[in-house]
Nanobody, 123 residues
């Protein structure tokens, strides 16, 4: 089992920045891939960014809507993944969730989700 705890959400003005954190505990060997998803009211969760540990370097993926504005990173010593969000827009307002999986193909499909953290961007 993997437990994920997110933090860092809040209210920010458009153009501002926030950093989300997600700390994993438990069977962390199952967290080779970690990612951030967001969910709008009445909608399904969508991938924002993902990161997979690599031997030389990590592999990252981003939704087109956040490329160039968001950066995902991880600190393996702390079992923590971060999402640095810059140039925030009102449309980034959503509930953000952390997910962990054994590999990138399973990201979003595993049952390992955090409790969610709200990000609200005011115009």
């Amino acid at each position: 089992q993997v437990q994920l705890v997110e933090s860092g959400g809040g209210l920010v003005q458009a153009g501002g920045s926030l950093t989300l954190s997600c700390e994993a505990s438990g069977s962390v060997f199952s967290t080779n891939a970690m990612g951030w998803y967001r969910q709008y009211p009445g909608k399904q969760r969508e991938l924002v960014a993902g990161i997979v540990a690599g031997i030389v370097r990590d592999t990252t993926i981003y939704a087109d809507s956040v490329k160039g504005r968001f950066t995902i990173s991880r600190d393996n010593a702390k079992n923590t993944v971060y999402l640095q969000m810059n140039s925030l827009k009102p449309e980034d307002t959503a509930l953000y969730y952390c997910n962990a999986a054994a590999n990138l193909a399973l990201l979003g499909l595993s049952g390992y989700w955090g409790q969610g953290t709200q990000v609200t961007v005011s115009s």
